[in-house]
């Protein structure tokens, strides 16, 4: 069974500083990949990033980007230049058998000005 | 694009009653699915489907029905609403479920209150 493990409940980063979010998870599918979603306090569920484990490079996505280091079975998220619409819960995750996203516990970013 | 859409946003409902919430996407997505979501519980899968005419339950089914008559449209009916369903619920889909277009969007989600 897949499990997403995230290990910061909650953290603080000062305005335009960047901030990474950790991510372990494990899987004994040999191909796999890896979400990153934001959850504001407005309550939707906000694609960011996918990583997936074949890929060859880290992705990418603006501001976004995925430290994915998979011996380690980790897949941080970076944020640069944080704002402070960045404020909210952010989720790690994967696919699970049911082709469903199974999500870690999700870590509560706040920005401060 | 109009993405997933969820209705309606917020509803209360007395014990016993029904309802259906409405899902679409309009990303010809063959998966898609429904979850709940409380405090400390997480993103729990309630019914899912790969396509239309096919449905599956998720890891808590009870007390919710689905249906998949075309590849658009995926609406959940709680069948006698308990004070239990009480929830956030969120519509999800996707083009596949592995490799290139598995990237799961989200709908802006329901909220329910059960009195």
């Known amino acids: 069974a897949q499990k997403i493990t995230q290990t910061q409940p909650g953290m603080f980063v000062q305005e335009k500083e960047a901030v990474t979010l950790d991510c372990t998870y494990d899987?004994?599918?040999?191909?796999?990949?890896l979400f990153w979603y934001k959850q504001p306090s407005s309550g939707e569920m906000i694609f960011l990033i996918y990583q997936g484990s074949y890929d060859e490079q880290n992705a990418t996505e603006g501001r976004y980007s995925l430290n994915f280091q998979k011996a380690r079975k980790s897949a941080n998220l970076v944020i640069s230049a944080s704002q402070l619409g960045d404020s909210a819960m952010y989720f790690c995750g994967t696919r699970g058998s049911q082709g469903n996203l199974i999500f870690g516990k999700g870590t509560k970013l706040s920005v401060k000005p | 694009n109009a993405g997933v859409t969820q209705t309606p946003k917020f509803q209360v409902l007395k014990t016993g009653q029904s309802m259906t919430l409405q899902c679409a996407q309009d990303m010809n997505h063959e998966y898609m699915s429904w979850y709940r979501q409380d405090p400390g519980m997480g993103l729990r899968l309630i019914h899912y489907?790969?396509?239309?005419?096919?449905?599956d339950q998720g890891e808590v089914p009870n007390g919710y029905n689905v249906s998949r008559s075309t590849t658009e449209d995926f609406p959940l009916r709680l069948l006698s609403a308990a004070p239990s369903q009480t929830s956030v619920y969120f519509c999800?889909?996707?083009?596949?479920?592995?490799?290139?277009?598995?990237?799961?969007?989200f709908g802006e989600g329901s909220w329910l209150t059960v009195v």
């Open positions: 999800a889909s996707s083009y596949s479920t592995r490799g290139a277009g598995n990237t799961i969007y």
């Open positions: 899987t004994s599918d040999q191909s796999y990949g």
């Open positions: 489907s790969v396509g239309a005419g096919i449905t």
